[in-house]
C-alpha cells in the first residue's frame, strides 16, 4: 500500500504493557502498515503476531530495537516523514491532505512519558483531536485518514482463514 508505512512504538514495557503493544501491532497490521518497531524484545509478543500471520496472510514484521534514537535516525536516512501521534500535535484535519502525498511515513506512538526530543526531531506532530485517548485508536484513526479507508478493502497474500462478510452470525 502506498504511503508504505513503519510505526514506531515508544518505549514498551513487558509485561506492564503487553496487552496494549499486541493491539498496537494488530492495528498497524490490519490497517495497512507494514511493520512495527519495539523497543523491549518480547518474544510472547512476536509468537501472537506470527500466529496471526499465519492464520490471516501477509508479512507485517516485528523489529526489535532498543534505542528509538537508532530507529529513528534509520527511518529518516531511508527516506521516511516521521510523524509524532500526540494530542498536542497540529490537527489531522488541518494536515492529513499534506500527509497523504508522502511516499513514506514512519508514526512514532507513545505508551510512558515520551521524551522532548521525539517532539523536537519529528517531522510533524499530529493530534487526534485534542482530548487524551489511546495509541491504539489514535493510530487506527491516523491510518484509516491516510489511506482514506482503501485499507478496508487490503488482501492479505496466504491467508489461511478469511472472515466472509455475512448479516448475521460468523463465517
Ligand atoms: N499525553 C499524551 C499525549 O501526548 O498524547 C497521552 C498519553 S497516552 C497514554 C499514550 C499515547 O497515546 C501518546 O503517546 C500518543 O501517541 C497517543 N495519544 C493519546 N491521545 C492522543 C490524541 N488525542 N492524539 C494523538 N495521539 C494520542
Known amino acids: 500500500m502506498r504511503p508504505e508505512v513503519v510505526v514506531l512504538r515508544y518505549g514498551h514495557r513487558l509485561v506492564r504493557d503487553a496487552r496494549v503493544t499486541t493491539h498496537c501491532c494488530l492495528v498497524a497490521r490490519a490497517f495497512g502498515a507494514k511493520e ?6 518480547d518474544k510472547g509478543l512476536l509468537q501472537r503476531i506470527e500466529t496471526v500471520n499465519k492464520k490471516w496472510g501477509g508479512k507485517f514484521k516485528i523489529i526489535f530495537e532498543p534505542d528509538w ?6 527511518l529518516k536516512n531511508n527516506g521516511f516523514t516521521i510523524v509524532h501521534l500526540t494530542m498536542y500535535g497540529e490537527p489531522i ?3 492529513e491532505e499534506k500527509i ?4 513514506k511515513i514512519g508514526i512514532i506512538i507513545g505508551s510512558q512519558k515520551v521524551e522532548p526530543a521525539v517532539y523536537e526531531e519529528s517531522d510533524y506532530n499530529i493530534s ?5 485517548h489511546s495509541e491504539i485508536a489514535a493510530l487506527a484513526v491516523f491510518l484509516d485518514r491516510l489511506f482514506n479507508g482503501k485499507e478496508l478493502e487490503k488482501k492479505f497474500p496466504n491467508a489461511k482463514l478469511d472472515a466472509t462478510k455475512v448479516r448475521k452470525g460468523k463465517k
Not at 36 to 41: K, R
Not at 100 to 103: G, L, N
Open 36 to 41: 512495527i518497531i519495539i523497543n523491549s524484545e
Open 69 to 74: 534514537r537508532k530507529s529513528f535516525k534509520k
Open 93 to 95: 484535519n488541518k494536515l
Open 100 to 103: 497523504r502525498k508522502e511516499k
Open 128 to 132: 487526534i483531536g485534542s482530548q487524551p
